[in-house]
């Protein structure tokens, strides 16, 4: 949660300037897809976070049950 709470800060609020708070919650939920969805993260070799997360659902789809 720190390094999204970091990123988040740094390529989002500090950026730009919020008027009302409907605009600034518009840009946090735009953001929040934007991390999930586009944003690759090196620390899971360059996936997106859902990319990683489909990954690992197959992954658990594929283990036989003990």
Known sequence: MESFFSKFKKE???RHIYNE???L???ID???IFYNTVRPHGAIKNMTPDE???LG???AK???SS
């Open 30 to 32: 735009e953001y929040m």
């Open 57 to 59: 659902l197959i992954k």
């Open 52 to 54: 990683y997360d489909a």
């Open 25 to 27: 919650k518009a840009a």
């Open 62 to 64: 594929e283990k036989p």
């Open 21 to 23: 708070y409907d605009h």
């Open 12 to 14: 989002e609020i500090y």
